[in-house]
């Protein structure tokens, strides 16, 4: 019931992120165009089992609910002269195992989250904002937007709240905006 619920916000999100880009212009493909990187993070729900999974956390995780999205295309057109470049990108908080873009300070700052707070949110919030700093880094971004539905608006509304890895005190600039490539 909650993987569907979240699978319903994600999309309705999703066709109201698309209806705001589609009323802005145009759909001119010449070279002038300049192009901008919309990246977005979908944080997933509650899974009953999910805390007794095994495998690599905080990588690239398949979600049903984000390939739907991303069938729509990944090109749209924002003015005459701007087309955006829509990154989207999934991951899980549940699991076991460190993804190979940890370092020894990230597996160290998880074992100290994880006793200090016995695991739980705090622990998925720093997965997470690992995460998305790993992801700007790879996408050359330094702003992402963040989706979540259930208890992954739990995990996103403590690693703002708490400024995990400094992603709120650093100004990342809010979403709906997007950078120059």
């Known amino acids: 019931m909650f993987k569907k619920a979240n ?4 999309v309705a999100s999703m066709f109201f992120f698309l209806a705001s880009l589609s009323a802005c212009g145009g759909s001119d493909t ?28 905080g990588n690239n995780h398949p979600d049903e609910a984000l390939e739907k999205f991303q069938a729509l295309g990944e090109h749209y057109p924002v003015t005459e ?12 908080y549940y699991g076991d195992t460190p993804p190979n873009y940890y370092s020894k300070q990230d597996i160290q700052d998880l074992s100290t989250i994880t ?5 739980g949110i705090p622990r998925y919030a720093l997965i997470i904002a690992k995460y998305a700093k790993h992801l700007m880094k790879q996408e050359k971004v330094n702003r992402i937007n ?23 005190s650093n100004k990342k600039k809010p979403s709906g905006t997007a950078l120059k490539v």
């Not at 699978?7 to 994600?10: G, K, P, V």
């Not at 010449?30 to 495998?55: A, R």
């Not at 002269?81 to 899980?92: L, P, Q, Y």
């Open 7 to 10: 699978s319903l916000l994600f």
């Open 30 to 57: 010449s070279s002038d165009i300049k192009k901008v990187k919309n990246l977005t993070l979908f944080v997933h729900g509650f899974d009953k089992d999910g805390y007794k999974t095994s495998g690599t956390f």
């Open 81 to 92: 002269d701007t087309i955006v470049i829509n990154i989207t990108k999934s991951t899980t």
């Open 115 to 119: 006793a200090q707070w016995d695991g």
């Open 146 to 168: 963040i989706v979540s539905g259930s208890m992954g608006s739990l995990v996103t509304r403590w690693m703002i709240e708490k400024d995990v890895e400094g992603l709120a």
